[in-house]
């Protein structure tokens, strides 16, 4: 009797913290999409339900972006608010943060903007991303993007951006985003029942987070093809570009600045760069490279301490000794004492004539100027002030930033790493704009740099420093430069973008291959096949593949010989996710492959629901079972959870086609062949170890299963 005509419930789905089989996943997608097309030309019916499903990617896009942007929108407004919160409330409305609450002010002038009666500060009324990655490359976790890590992200995230910690929101943002990926895939059967389908449309998701949390959706879905996903074809391309739009234009609706921007940072230049100054940006590059691999070095040996002694066992107290050293130091300071992104939108600001910041405290020594010009301008008392404060905060920045990543707080890389990179950057502009003032005549600058001109802008130099130093830590290029074009809107600044991009890279790379992600990754032990790394060695699939000479045989069944009790005592004295299927023993020819889940719930519920099935019940694999004998019990047929086309290598295989394998089709485990007979198995993580292994690492790092 085969009583799987009907599907069972759990059948071909994953335990937790196991790796997805890309190639199965795909073929089942292509046999349910086949089944529906042959099933539309019966009737009306089929035919709308073939319409609504190959809608119903671009419907869940829709949702996606909807759902994203108005949470970003959300967390937004709630960090703001709280930021403010610290120092002040607004009495006209305790809703209102403080730009917004003067704004609405009768009794505010414009140089004094940020001071009127309807804000009081307290003392008045008082007289105080790397799991992203490893999901998407196929591996489970589960509850990671589950409905209650949505709310407890989005709650906690507004908490820890106007705490003043030092770290972003960008990165919990793609989180958030797909979380609501996650979670709306449940509302569609196509997404619900298939992994590798649910993995293109988190990938879409992470490119809608990265566009409402920069405003930069064309950086967003290069973000989630460059940095993130594991696979990428040209459809998730399409609806990555979709749900990022989405997703930027619910958050303009919201407007949570209050400037029609999607950002708080956002900046126009219009100043253009000159040849020369490709020094100094190349300069920021350098900086930038050696700021990434500073961290990342540091970082990780911070984090590795914290897995490997008590101190991991306190998150709570961590937190609050790292937040209160945080608020102690940077109190005396108004650029530590300010959220990061209003430091980072300060940096980048060309300054005009009515702005009130110490950044732009020049003496103004100047009859005449362009429309919407300055010519460059001696520093006044307040700029050198802000010098020395700016010197402070980025040591500050530096060190803080590399104790606070990593905690068990929502906490993004992007603007702390943008913020180290801004400072450094407007330092030197300021002196490059106050050399070329003071020293017109020498050769650098008499060419282009005339007297009364507007000739160095040091928000382009923070701009430049800011994506140098974001790059050298997450090794990004194309996207990086993407999102800070779309960031300042100029498309004559890509150039200096690309070139401290590059350089950062390059540098970055010279003194460690691995961005924080991928180091991220590695200390976590999570099963990601690396595909930026080139395998180098020749060794061949025999020397990795299990079992080695002088091991064990390896476990195996028998397509038509073993009984149920047996199969049950192989699955209780064993922890292996699946089982080659021979024809016998002593010939070993490979019929199949059958994965461990899918074993326990067939033989449960045949018990359950198969009248006669017992312990002696012989068990199946074959098309069909022989005439059986009177009074034996009824035989077991799971023929259909038999994979008839396992991927199979030869022994002598070299391991550098093996890996590419692993790396491009996304398998689990790949069975090893001599002439036809099966002689072992390779698994995702013996080729994780073997490269471990083959780079003097310790092999047993990867802790995953």
Not at 144 to 153: A, D, E, P
Not at 205 to 213: E, K, P, R
Not at 415 to 429: C, E
Not at 501 to 515: F, H, I, N, P, Q
Request: proline share 4%.
């Amino acid at each position: 009797m085969d009583f799987l005509e009907e599907p069972i419930p759990g059948v071909g789905t994953y335990d937790d913290f196991n790796t997805i089989d890309w190639v199965r996943e795909k073929s089942r997608d292509r046999d349910r999409h086949r089944e529906i097309t042959n099933k539309s030309k019966e009737s009306t019916w089929a035919l709308i339900h073939s319409v609504s499903d190959a809608f119903s990617g671009w419907l869940l896009m829709l949702l996606i972006g909807l759902l994203s942007g108005s949470l970003a929108g959300l967390i937004d407004i709630s960090a703001h608010w709280m930021t403010d919160l610290k120092e002040g409330i607004c009495t006209g409305g305790f809703w209102f943060n403080h730009e917004h609450c003067c704004w609405n002010s009768d009794h505010v002038t414009f140089e004094e903007r940020d001071k009127c009666p309807e804000w009081n500060s307290w003392s008045q009324l008082i007289i105080s991303t790397d799991e992203i990655k490893t999901i998407l490359s196929g591996f489970i976790i589960r509850g990671y993007l589950g409905k209650w890590t949505l709310v407890i992200k989005t709650i906690t995230l507004v908490l820890a951006v106007s705490s003043g910690l030092s770290l972003g929101k960008e990165g919990p943002l793609v989180h958030v985003a797909c979380c609501c990926g996650n979670i709306l895939c449940h509302c569609f059967n196509k997404y619900r029942k298939n992994e590798a389908k649910r993995r293109e449309v988190l990938s879409a998701a992470a490119a809608a987070g990265v566009s409402v949390a920069f405003g930069a959706p064309i950086g967003g879905v290069l973000f989630s093809l460059e940095e993130v996903s594991y696979y990428f074809p040209l459809k998730t391309l399409w609806r990555s570009f979709f749900a990022a739009l989405v997703a930027a234009f619910t958050l303009r609706s919201i407007n949570p600045f209050g400037n029609s921007r999607l950002v708080l940072f956002y900046v126009e230049f219009h100043t253009p760069w000159h040849l020369f100054e490709l020094v100094p940006f190349i300069l920021l590059g350098i900086f930038g490279g050696l700021w990434g691999a500073l961290f990342i070095r540091t970082n990780i040996a911070w984090c590795r301490k914290r897995k490997t002694t008590q101190l991991g066992k306190y998150p709570v107290i961590e937190v609050l000794v790292v937040t209160a050293i945080t608020a102690i130091l940077a109190f005396p300071n108004e650029y530590t004492r300010m959220s990061t992104s209003e430091l980072i939108s300060e940096l980048f600001n060309d300054c005009g004539l009515l702005d009130s910041s110490k950044l732009c405290d020049y003496e103004n020594r100047f009859n005449t100027s362009k429309a919407g010009e300055l010519p460059d301008r001696p520093a006044g008392v307040g700029v050198y002030s802000a010098m020395w404060q700016l010197a402070l905060t980025l040591i500050l920045k530096i060190v803080i930033t590399i104790f606070t990543f990593g905690m068990k707080i929502p906490s993004g890389l992007f603007i702390p790493s943008m913020a180290v990179g801004a400072i450094a950057g407007r330092l030197l502009g300021v002196g490059m704009e106050q050399l070329a003032y003071y020293h017109q005549e020498w050769t650098i600058f008499n060419s282009w740099c005339s007297q009364g001109a507007d000739c160095i802008t040091p928000g382009l130099y923070a701009m430049v420093g800011a994506a140098a130093c974001l790059g050298g830590v997450t090794r990004m290029t194309v996207s990086l430069v993407v999102i800070m074009f779309e960031l300042t809107g100029g498309l004559e600044y890509i150039v200096p973008l690309m070139a401290a991009a590059m350089t950062s890279k390059w540098v970055a790379d010279a003194l460690g291959r691995e961005g924080i992600y991928d180091a991220h990754i590695r200390l976590n032990g999570y099963p990601f096949l690396e595909a930026k790394e080139e395998f180098a060695h020749k060794t061949l699939a025999m020397d990795v593949m299990k079992p080695r000479r002088n091991d064990p045989l390896l476990t195996v069944l028998t397509q038509d010989s073993m009984t149920v009790e047996d199969v049950e005592t192989i699955i209780s004295e064993t922890t292996y996710s699946g089982f080659p299927v021979v024809v016998s023993r002593e010939s070993q020819r490979l019929v199949g492959f059958v994965l461990r889940r899918d074993l326990i719930i067939s033989i449960e519920n045949a018990r359950k629901k198969q009248d006669g099935v017992v312990s002696t019940s012989i068990i199946y694999f074959t098309e069909h079972s022989p005439p059986l004998p009177p009074y034996t019990p009824p035989t077991l047929k799971l023929r259909n959870i038999l994979d008839l086309s396992p991927f199979t290598v030869t022994d002598l295989t070299p391991m550098e086609i093996v890996v590419d394998i692993f790396r491009k089709l996304g398998l689990r485990q790949c069975l090893v062949t001599h002439n036809g007979r099966l002689l072992g198995i390779i698994t995702k993580k013996d080729v994780l170890k073997h490269i471990a292994q083959m780079a003097n690492q310790d092999p047993d790092s990867i802790l995953f299963n």
